[in-house]
């Protein structure tokens, strides 16, 4: 959520930075709208500190008449009450009508993204060359002849868009994963393991709701009155969990990560570059988060880029980085690099992490703050997550970058202990 004192202080500067994301006329209105529910909000306070103290001066002055056995010329007390009742019934729609305004509202892009959709993103960094492969097989192939991947059981237990590891193939994703957390341990996150359902009120405070309501699976409003839904990725769990919290200042950066299974209502596409496990309802992924002072927000970023790069590096995979302009990050995000691995199969790069820094957006929706030694008054912590790495899309680049002409695949060395061969072979 924005801060409301920025957008009364230096309007032209928000709107500038929204047209990124928003057509100018829509920026206008929106802001236009808020402005007026602030200027509403701000006069019936006004006016109801006013009421309230003329009505106590005037209870003790009805009171003082009454101990003195003279008629009071004043109201009773209870006359006024309807009227404060009413403006503060007023007050609270104006509230929540801003509070609903500003929460659709996106963030502040950065000075250094651009606007526009993919065609306006970045390549900021490459690494390493793409493999020399004669006659490339797709990771779908692969992982069949390579008794990996069972799609057409996966279909049958979830329906299209889930997929089900076997043998080798489950060995090599839970080898990841424990690979993955090991690494993120050595860089000094605190690992965690949080519920799968998630109140509402989670959703809110990442960004995700309202707008992206219709893109997690909820439970029924029977079976969870409060509002429940499954996660759409750690982020969530991790920036909800310190809802509400004043962070010790000296504690941070303040740096955890979580392993949890994701679910998303995401079309599984039947284009090639998203067949197999690239794209589906149900993956892994091992996502790391930091709360920072806003001082170290650049250098948080930078940190946790080069820790997510490190990772593909460590397993041989070539890779690029890009800046993503305003229009194809996500809304509650100022700034957004996505890692990108290389498929052979399509010729195409497909992303394996984001690592974004929301600024105070975030902060602001889950009242995530910190104080400063000695003094009294909070501010917003910054937050930062990342994903390190997501494995459903690892899993075919190690097929497809690592393939040989006999259909065999070699495993990235960091692996090899944890799956017990340097190579996996056609049944």
Known sequence: ???????????????????????VAEVDRVLDEIQHLDRERRRLISEIDGERQRRKAEARAYAQAKRAGAEPEVATP?????????????????????????????????????????????????????PA??????????????????????????????????????????????????????????????????????????GQFPKFYDDVYHLDKQSAPRGQFLLPTAETAILGAYQDEILETAKLPLKVFAYTPCYRREAAGSHSDERGTVRGHQFNKVEIFQFTLPEQADAALEQMVSHAESLLEGLGLHYQRSLLAAGDASASMRKTLDIEVWMPSTGKYKEVSSVSWGGDYQARRAAIRYREPGGKQTRFVHTLNGSALATSRLFPAILEQFQQPDGSVLVPEVLRDRLGTDRLTPR
Not at 3 to 19: N, S, Y
Request: charged residues 30%; without cysteine.
């Open 1 to 23: 959520m924005l801060d409301m004192e920025l957008i009364r202080k230096d309007r032209d500067a928000v709107a500038t930075a929204l047209t990124k994301r928003l057509e």
């Open 78 to 130: 209870e006359a006024g009450r309807k009227q404060i009742a009413e403006l503060e019934a007023e007050l609270d729609e104006v509230q929540s009508r801003l509070r609903t305004v500003m929460s659709e509202l996106p963030n502040l892009p950065a000075d250094d993204v651009v606007p526009g959709g993919k065609e306006a993103n970045r390549v900021v960094k490459t690494f390493g060359e793409p």
């Open 133 to 206: 492969i004669e006659k490339v097989r797709d990771h779908v192939e692969l992982s069949r002849m390579l008794g990996l991947v069972d799609h057409e059981r996966g279909v049958k237990l979830g329906g299209s868009g889930f997929w089900m590891y076997t043998g080798l193939g489950a060995r090599l994703e839970w080898a990841l994963i424990n690979w993955l957390i090991e690494r993120n341990i050595e860089a000094g996150y605190e690992f965690l393991l949080p519920p799968h359902l998630l109140l509402d009120t989670a959703g809110f405070a990442a």
